[in-house]
């Protein structure tokens, strides 16, 4: 008869519960974990990893088609969408079960069933029908988040797509519509379009990538239409009539109504937490807007009982729920030293082309906090590495307390941010301020280099440009 | 291969401590978890197990001495086959800090108990420096918590950090600044060198014609207890409230409850405790903390009780009061008062807390006025319960009667809350049925 009894039990095995169980397990709590689908959850399966996979290919095709601009010359070059699906999978499929074997590793219980809660301190799990109780002193829900379906906007999987049909995409649309230009939406418009797609992005906010600062939507914007996407902001799809083999939309952009058709559409307007079957009912367990209100040690209002990651709410990242998962049961274990998230250290990356990536304040929050600023902006155009790696188009921009010389926000466009950005999580985590920045030596060439002369910019001492 | 000890980290804020006693001796055999030494944090006694096996080489910091640096090494374990004579003691010492300076450190000199006739003209006495600096310690404070404490004036060595390790944060500061700790010392330094640290310290002890006395140098606890308090009296505004409640039915109420309970009591203290944090969960408003930039009001009720202990008092924490029965509160203040008396607390069972009980009934005082717990908003002070003439209905009556006095600091907490939240406990403690709604 195999455990029953644990020291923590963690719903949902995705980037937040398998990094909190393995953490558990490390910290000597006898750990299981229930998962209803896959190890790795959305992120390794059907997210972040998948995606790059694709995108990667379809930057590596970006450079093909410039090759002569390289000196090289490649004829004849193409695709194959299948090919392109099958390495993105096989990706996945790795990972996969590399966090199956990391789980065993450290000694982690796994269940591959659903869970729900079934009493204070008992999870009762369904293994394809067959059921058993678990008890466990402290449970995590971990369970996640998926597309949200807007009325009328519905996935179908055949004409209309969410991220998951998106990600088997089975042809390659000619005309494809993208609706919502978060990271999700923009990721897989970038994708489409470097494939040859005729891509029409559809934004409900006035800008693209509303999240970021305004300065780096604006370019975003530029760099999208200059690959020949078509972007149309503050505007809403009133409805889609699908036919046999293609959708038609009515789009309202301005108060003028359009008709487009287009083969393929995408559906990328925000996600749900998954809160159903969990059996919250009559728990102390409060739900707002699908999402589980927690406190900063992740703690439901009901005892014993914790939420982390896309359930808990924004900002839905991997990286958010992995530390969020760390934070509570480091808080379980009663170690010293934790403190609670602080989401302004909290990067995020959109892996686009051009790619975007960010971590702080956007100028417009800062001045709003009542912040005196300085801001720091450096261009690709002035960076050697930029230029050598044909990649001229992009901005590193860098936002200071004008008082205490505190980096309140750093916001990045062009090749390579998303590896960049970390510099300034570090920076941000270990409260330098400008003088530290400055005094940093970066290595040359890089285009890490462009983030010391933006704080250089900041303060009036850029060199290069 | 010789061992160096290094002085314990006994909370995640301690930077450094006072080496009270040594319980072995150089020369004795020790064993991993042998208890070596006690160490004296702010307020509580810990003892300090050795981790090693060995002989005891030599001791570098004598017992007694006073701000011993996190880290610093405190004495040299031996291993088989090693002797005093041919082992590098400093050698071994420093390399684990800054050990020479710690190692001559002199006891900090009591004032000689002496009834000499003190000089004419007070010879200046020098000065005890920052703490930090006279350790030789050196401060981990992030660049933007240095930048921020000079831009606000503060001594960075009064600060307790909670970053990792005990580093001074950006949040640190903020504290520091809402809380007006820290301020460095005035300009007028120069003249007189007095720094920061003889906040609470009598403003001139030289004078002359004073008779003989015996001087009992301050403790840990002696010395927060002053700074904190002379702090309170200081910043914050304080405003006094009383209220008298008739405990009649209270002392019934208890009577009863304790003749079902086996053998455990519940105090009128406890009772006290359950009806302040209740009146607190309806009146929100006086479970608050002044910030310089806003009042935080706590969604908790975190009781600090008083506690008197030998050379002070120490003030044990009941979490979620407003969440916890009589008997849970009876159980915990039981244990955390015999703890707090034994010094055996850990810190984070006296630290933080929202609002402060203080009670005197049992030394028989009529009604007091207490020093509010910085930087919680008020405290509220209990007199003994005693018989006295009421008059009810037109007649007078005899009534068991306890006078309750709240002390409010006026930055955060207003008279019309002040008082709204003593009705509240009036009324819980004059119908006691009605603290189980």
Known sequence: MADTQFDILVIGGGPGGYVSAIRAAQLGMKTALVEREHLGGICLNWGCIPTKALLRSAEIFDHMKHAESFGLSAGNIGFDLDKVVQRSRGVAKQLNQGVGHLLKKNKVTVFMAA??????????????????????????????????????????????WNYKHALVADTMPKRLLVIGSGAIGIEFASFFNSLGADVTVVEVMDRVLPVEDAEISGLAHKAFEKKGMKIMTGATVKGLKRGAKEVVATIEMGGKSTEQTFDRVISAVGIVGNVEDLGLEGTKVKVDRTHVVIDEWCRTGEPGVYAIGDIAGAPWLAHKASHEGVICIEKIAGLKDVHPLDVKRIPGCTYCQPQVASVGLTEAAAKAAGYE?????????????AIALGEPEGLVKTVFDAKTGELLGAHMIGAEVTELIQGYSVAKTLETTEVDLMHTVFPHPTLSEMMHESVLDAYGRAVHF | MAISVLMPALSPTMTEGKLATWLVAEGDKISAGDVIAEIETDKATMEVEAVDEGVLGKIIVAAGTDNVAVNAPIAVILEEGEDAGNVDMDAVAGSGGPAPKAEAKPEPAPAPTAAAPAPAAPAPKPAPAPAAAASGDRVFASPLARRMAEQAGLDLGQIAGSGPNGRIVKHDIEEAIAGGIGKAAPAAVAAAPAPAPSIGSAPSPDVPGLPAFDEIPNTNMRKVIAKRLTESKQFAPHFYLTVD????????????????????????????????????????????????????????VDISVAVAIEGGLITPVIRDA???????????????????????????????????????????????????????????????????????????????VMSCTLSVDHRVVDGAVGAEFLAAFKKLIEDPLTMLL
Request: glycine share 10%; hydrophobic share 40%; with cysteine.
């Open chain 1, 115 to 160: 869970a729900k809660l079934a009493g204070p301190g008992k999870v009762e799990i369904d293994e394809k029908g067959k059921k058993q109780t678990l008890s466990a002193k402290h449970i995590i829900l971990a369970t996640g988040a998926r597309a949200r379906d807007l009325p009328g906007l519905e996935a179908d999987g055949k004409l209309v």
């Open chain 1, 373 to 385: 600023l300085k801001v720091g902006r450096f261009p690709f155009m002035g960076n050697g590495k």
């Open chain 2, 245 to 300: 409640c008739e405990i009649d039915a209270l002392l019934n109420v208890r009577k009863e409850l304790n003749a079902k309970l086996d053998g455990e009591k519940v105090s009128v203290n406890d009772l006290v405790i359950k009806a302040s944090a209740q009146a607190l969960k309806k009146v929100p408003a006086a479970n608050a903390s002044w910030t310089d930039e806003a009042i935080r009001i706590f969604k908790s």
């Open chain 2, 322 to 400: 407003q969440n916890k029965g009589a008997l849970d509160i009876a159980r915990e203040m039981k244990d955390l008062a015999s703890r707090a008396r034994d010094g055996k607390l850990m810190p984070e069972e006296y630290q933080g807390g929202t609002f402060s009980i203080s009670n005197l009934g049992m030394f028989g005082i009529k009604d007091f006025c207490a020093v509010i717990n910085p930087p919680q908003g008020a405290i509220l002070a209990i007199g003994a319960g005693e018989q006295r003439p009421v008059v009810k209905d037109g007649a007078l009556a005899v009534a068991t």
